[in-house]
Each structure stands twice: as structure tokens, then as C-alpha cells.
T-cell receptor
Framework: GAGVSQTPSNKVTEKGKYVELRCDPI?????LYWYRQSLGQGPEFLIY????????DSGLPNDRFFAVRPEGSVSTLKIQRTERGDSAVYLC????????????FGEGSRLTVL | AQSVTQLGSHVSVSEGALVLLRCNYS??????LFWYVQYPNQGLQLLLK??????LVKGINGFEAEFKKSETSFHLTKPSAHMSDAAEYFC????????????FGKGTSLLVTP
């Protein structure tokens, strides 16, 4: 389809494991964003990319979280040594231009850490 | 830093009644303001946005919002609620200082009763 695609849609892992979440943005969109949404909360900003570079990673909670976008399209959010508190829905969004503020969201990847 | 506050985590209206969802913002520079909607098991979808043009903004599905600088508000309204409007609604703000990354409120769950 033409929308933002996120995989996996659901991921269950054990505490301490490593997890990768993938985002495939809308073709041609230069800006890509990662958010995290916990139950009953609004989406929380993590990081955004303009092209291949991370323009703002101030929302990453700690150094266990890392994201890449090596070719300026697909992005991967990587979480090391997962903790139960990392359980949330991880949302990816893309935008044709960074200054429009109009984000197109995927349906998210639900991460459950046991 | 910019932020938004949504008053009322749950709002219930009768079908056909006025919908009013409240949002107040805080920003040190002219903001961009948004309302997003999240239907059950779906991704976030843009309802409308304010980007310093007309202060009364019309969006999809009959929703509109008015930017009031004096009140730092951006409340969402719809004259007549439909059952299909039941969803989670998020107000969000961005500005050039934040690199246009959206900061979301905690959301308001709208329930429409017959």
C-alpha cells in the first residue's frame, strides 16, 4: 500500500533481549519520526530523521535506544537489554517536508516485554 | 518548550449533540497546532491543522477548530456528533524551535451515546 508500514505489528520478548522495529515510510517522504505511546497516554516523541541523519534524538529515553535510517528511507528502531517499562506501542510517521508538521502515521508496533 | 494540555480525558455526548474537545497550548514562538484522531485499532489520522493562516480551521468529517492566541487555545468542535465519531482525539503542537517535531497531549476519549 501507499501508507507507512511498520513491522512487526506485535512483538513479545523477554526482559534483557534485543529488539528491532522496522518502519517503511511513504515513498518520497524525507522526514521520518519515531514515537512511543503507552496505555492511556499521548504519543511521546523519540527521534526524527531528515534524510539519513538524526536531526533530533532528544526524546530517546536512554542509551539502550538507537535508531538508524542508512539510505534515507527505511528506518529501524533498536532497543537493547529490554525492560518491562519499554512495553508500549511504537509509532512511526513520515512527512514530505519537515516543516509542514503534517505527519502520516503507521499503525504501530506493539512491544510487550515479559 | 512547547506543550499542550487537553482538558478532560473522557467526554461523552449524545448523538446529534455538540462536540467540544478542549486544548490549550504553551509555546514561546508562533505555534503550529494540530488535531489527530485515532479510531480503534487504527493509526493516527490528521483531522486538521493551524499553521498561521486563517484562525478558524476546517477539517475532515465536519470538525473545526479555532486558534485563539489571547486564550492560548485550540478547541475542537463539531455541531452534531455521529456514532462514528467515537475515538481518541489528540491535540499536538510544534514550532520551529523544536524542529517541528510534534508534542502531543494525553488525549481525550470521545464516547457518543444513542
Amino acid at each position: 500500500g501507499a501508507g507507512v508500514s511498520q513491522t512487526p505489528s506485535n512483538k513479545v520478548t523477554e526482559k534483557g533481549k534485543y529488539v528491532e522495529l522496522r518502519c517503511d515510510p511513504i515513498s518520497g517522504h524525507t522526514a521520518l519520526y519515531w514515537y512511543r505511546q503507552s496505555l492511556g497516554q499521548g504519543p511521546e516523541f523519540l527521534i526524527y530523521f531528515q534524510g539519513t541523519g538524526a536531526a533530533d534524538d532528544s526524546g530517546l529515553p536512554n542509551d539502550r535506544f538507537f535508531a538508524v535510517r542508512p539510505e534515507g528511507s527505511v528506518s529501524t528502531l533498536k532497543i537493547q537489554r529490554t525492560e518491562r517499562g519499554d512495553s508500549a506501542v511504537y509509532l512511526c510517521a513520515s512527512s514530505p517536508h519537515v516543516d509542514t508538521g503534517e505527519l502520516f502515521f503507521g499503525e504501530g508496533s506493539r512491544l510487550t516485554v515479559l | 518548550a512547547q506543550s499542550v494540555t487537553q482538558l478532560g480525558s473522557h467526554v461523552s455526548v449524545s448523538e446529534g449533540a455538540l462536540v467540544l474537545l478542549r486544548c490549550n497550548y504553551s509555546s514561546s514562538v508562533p505555534p503550529y497546532l494540530f488535531w489527530y484522531v485515532q479510531y480503534p485499532n487504527q493509526g493516527l489520522q490528521l483531522l486538521l491543522k493551524y499553521t498561521s493562516a486563517a484562525t478558524l480551521v476546517k477539517g475532515i468529517n465536519g470538525f473545526e477548530a479555532e486558534f485563539k492566541k489571547s486564550e492560548t487555545s485550540f478547541h475542537l468542535t463539531k455541531p452534531s456528533a455521529h456514532m462514528s465519531d467515537a475515538a481518541e482525539y489528540f491535540c499536538a503542537v510544534s514550532d520551529r524551535n523544536s524542529g517541528y517535531a510534534l508534542n502531543f497531549g494525553k488525549g481525550t476519549s470521545l464516547l457518543v451515546t444513542p
